[in-house]
């Protein structure tokens, strides 16, 4: 492990406030980024008028909304903040908005039993972005969820936008926890907050005598609230959760030895534990409390290229170009666009890309940070082996993956068992900062685990 502040963000003092982002004229609205294997399909097409709120796109469990009212003027490949390309559908604005400037009423979900929940839920189009992006009806229907862990900080230093809203929206990130662990059907709810953040201790260390909303919310449910140590990178990753957990937890354990596994850094990844982050709850509130579904992102917007940072309330379908201009444009000649934080990010090569359920970040990187560097072969220095955290040899992973010949692997079942340890990687990206001959060792483990599982 290194020290995080190495890569704090100076962005810290942004938590007291937040702007809505400007109104795109056309929104470019992605529909295919979750990791199901059922198509998203369109289920409008060019020269349709849509409403803010309708769903435009449907499957792989999940609905994907205009977040703008307007018509579609086009649909087809464009490139998505994920580094990846798929289908996307252009919506030119115009008309009325049926959500924006409407005062939202609260409508009582708690008499809602599971399977409407769950409804509830895949209407709305939740994706869990605690670690990637995946669907949240689809994690959560197939099987009871027995624990839910809400990490409440960021787990990348250099992003600031999970801390900013389990600060800002403490109220609602706990009641649409309570959402998700009834529709999960789970037994225990833990609230990982960062040991370090004063407010965050204030909010979420709150007991039950003292005023908490724990039995009105999670009857039936019990919540521990744990600290996480922050001083470190990695750190708020779903093992770091867990360890967190395990002396909290062992009183609750005893009474429910069937959710021992969520509990157990051996055992959490093939228990029935859900992991989620601030967002993830805030649409979950938003969808049952509010009954509108997921059309925006909270951004952290950084970077040394552009004339002030903000943290923007930016609707889906929004550019990354759109994005630098509400915060004054560019100072500085732009050179790279990372999205998601400098550590665990992706670098992305436009200002067209469209701000999509899977961001939180964006940073703009001007030239004069930024050396030349050319990929090289694998020296086998050793580097990425002695700074990886889970004591995984990365180098030795890629050459395997790679199909380089490599005198240390033997035979198939070597090199079988090399790729399947890249399970275990937790794809922070320190093997990235070291490696002297700047492979892309965590991009390539992440392609090799995604084959393993």
């Not at 989620?276 to 649409?283: E, G, N």
């Not at 955290?389 to 035979?411: M, T």
């Not at 275990?424 to 490696?435: D, H, Q, Y």
């Amino acid at each position: 492990m290194v020290s995080a502040s190495n890569f704090y963000s100076e962005d810290k003092g942004l938590f007291s406030r937040s702007l809505n982002s400007f109104l795109p004229s056309t929104a470019i609205v992605p529909i295919e980024e979750e990791k199901s294997q059922i198509p998203v399909e369109p289920v409008v097409s060019v020269g349709d008028v849509v409403a803010e709120g309708q769903i435009v796109a449907v499957g792989g469990g999940v609905n994907v909304h205009s977040p703008v009212p307007g018509t579609v003027s086009a649909i087809g490949g464009e490139q998505y903040a994920n580094g990846k390309q798929g289908k996307a559908i252009r919506i030119k604005l115009g008309g009325k908005f049926s959500f924006v400037g409407k005062k939202r009423s609260r409508h009582d979900w708690r008499a809602l039993g599971r399977d409407s929940l769950l409804q509830v839920i895949r209407m709305a189009g939740i994706v869990n972005t605690f670690k990637d992006m995946s669907t949240l009806f689809n994690e959560i229907s197939t099987e009871e969820r027995k624990v839910v862990f809400v990490r409440l900080f960021d787990d990348d230093p250099s992003r600031v936008v999970d801390s900013f809203v389990a600060e800002n929206f403490s109220e609602k990130v706990i009641e649409g926890t309570a959402v998700i662990a009834r529709a999960c059907g789970a037994a225990a709810v833990v609230f990982a907050y960062e040991k370090q953040s004063a407010e965050s201790r204030r909010i979420y260390r709150v007991s039950k005598d003292d005023g908490s909303p724990d039995q009105e919310l999670f009857p039936g449910i019990a919540v521990l609230r744990v600290g996480v140590d922050g001083k470190h990178y990695p750190s708020g990753t779903a093992l770091d959760l867990v360890f967190a957990s395990r002396s909290a937890s062992k009183a609750l354990v005893k009474d429910n030895p069937d959710i021992a596994g969520c509990f157990e850094p051996d055992g959490f990844r093939d228990s029935s534990a859900l992991f989620i982050d601030p967002q993830t709850a805030l649409s979950a509130f938003e969808a049952a409390v509010e009954r509108v579904p997921v059309m925006g992102r909270f951004v952290h917007v950084t970077g040394d290229c552009l004339n002030s940072a903000a943290i923007l309330n930016v609707k889906i379908g929004t550019t990354l170009g759109e994005v630098a201009e509400q915060c004054g444009g560019f100072k500085k000649k732009l050179s790279r666009i990372v999205v998601n934080g400098i550590v665990s990010g992706v670098c992305v090569g436009s200002l067209d890309v469209p701000v999509s359920k899977f961001v939180k970040s964006v940073e703009f990187i001007p030239s004069a940070e930024v050396r030349f560097q050319s990929v090289e072969n694998c020296v086998r220095c050793g580097q990425c082996r002695k700074i990886c955290p889970v004591n995984l040899w990365p180098g030795n992973i890629y050459r395997v993956f790679r199909n380089v010949e490599d005198d240390d692997i033997h035979d198939f079942d070597d090199s079988k068992t090399v790729i399947e340890s890249a399970r275990l990687c937790i794809e922070c990206g320190l093997c990235n900062s070291v490696c002297p001959s700047r492979l892309p060792l965590k991009q390539m483990i992440a392609l090799a685990k995604s084959e393993s599982i």
